[in-house]
């Protein structure tokens, strides 16, 4: 078995052993930062950043290289008037003029600077706002973490306490089938009593089976989030479990999320009107073009120089067309999300006050299920002697058991239900 399944028995003998390692809640929580998911969040936010640092480099001009060799298998013609050449050409007459030779060439550096992009500020603030928003994604990956891996730690400890009811009940009921045999061997008992013990001593090793398989479940959710090779017992009981957890703070993380969604509405609604405005661009070349029939690169009397600088200036003209419908649109989409912020800043008030009544009542309900295991605690020790002493009959201490099996489940139950409520 990949993970060694803690349960009652390794956990009695571990008390004893030095050696043994035991778990704690905080040494699960502990263990947060080296979660897949985390990480895998944390690589969100640091590539977010390099997008950033990418998109302050945008403002720089780019400068590179321009090398080209072509050989012209046909030189380009085009027709000219002859007159232009020859004044005594006839009128009307057309001269083709090749403007090219079989080899030219382009070497120089190239250097594009857009001095005014209207999108560039729109890109770097909807990054800065992504960045915030992957760091709140990462915190709320964190909370779901903490929650999710809390839980599978409780449930480890209530089926372990499952568990150990669960052996107790067999060890009781096969005592009890031992002396309903001796009864009706010595004649003082009835066949159907040592038959009635038959059959209940089966139920528990069932419920012990089932039991231990909701162990191993368990046992294997919490190794989703802690590595349990070489760990044998948890040394957090529920109860330690719950006052730890109420001292977690659970953000929602949902509001958050909502608001920076809306933040980037408004941005791409700017950028949109953005979009309206000029783009102004400087370009320079510097270099030489070369230009023979025959190949002979390295023959600088076949070398021309070829530089330039000029400053361009775009004008959206469609744009102040076509713009309409996309502003509408991304107006709807901001309303849209101020609706949703508002709907969840009460629903979070509203959440919160429901937690608080909820977390009140489920401490209030175990209050009274304990109240109730004590007394069936009493009433399950009452009967056990009087079936010893022989007063009644086995399957009137079977409804004392039973109720007190219920008591208990019902407080791991409650116990359980008031620890989602917490880390809601």
Known sequence: MKYKVIYIVILIISINNVSAQSLSITDLWNKIESSGNILEKKLNVEMQQEQIKVRKSDKLPVIYGDISLQRNLIIPTTPVPAIAFDPNAKEGAILPLKFSTQWNSKAGVQMEWDLFNPSRKTDHEEDKIILEKVKVEELKTRKDWKVN??????????????????????????????????????????????????????????????????LQDANLELGRYYPLENIVMLSTNIDEILNQSEDIQIDNYDKELIKLDQQISIVQLNGIKRQLLPTLSFNAYLGSQFFSNEFNLIDKSNWYGYSYANLG????????????????????????????????????????????????????????????????????????????????????????NSDCIKAQQDIWQAKYDLLKIILE
């Not at 599978?152 to 372990?160: D, E, G, K, N």
């Not at 999300?337 to 209030?364: P, R």
Request: aromatic fraction near 8%; avoid cysteine.
């Open 149 to 214: 891996s809390t839980l599978a730690y409780a449930s480890i400890v209530l089926a372990t306490e499952q568990y150990k009811a669960a052996l107790e009940d067999s060890i009781l009921f096969s005592d009890i089938k031992n002396i309903s045999k001796e009864r009706f061997e010595a004649g003082r008992g009835e066949s159907e009593e040592f038959i009635l013990s038959q059959q209940e001593l089966e139920r528990k090793k069932i419920r012990l089976h089932e039991t231990w398989a909701i």
């Open 313 to 400: 200036l775009r004008i959206p003209i469609s744009t102040y067309f076509s713009s309409t419908t996309a502003l509408r649109k991304a107006k709807l989409n901001e309303i849209i999300f101020t609706k949703q912020v508002e709907n969840q800043v009460l629903n979070d008030e509203i959440d919160s006050q429901q937690k608080l009544k909820k977390i009140g009542s489920a401490k209030q309900k175990i209050k009274g299920l304990n109240n109730i295991l004590i007394l069936s605690l009493q009433n399950k020790t009452e009967k056990l002697a009087s079936y010893h002493a022989g007063r009644i009959l086995l399957s009137d201490f079977n409804k004392a």
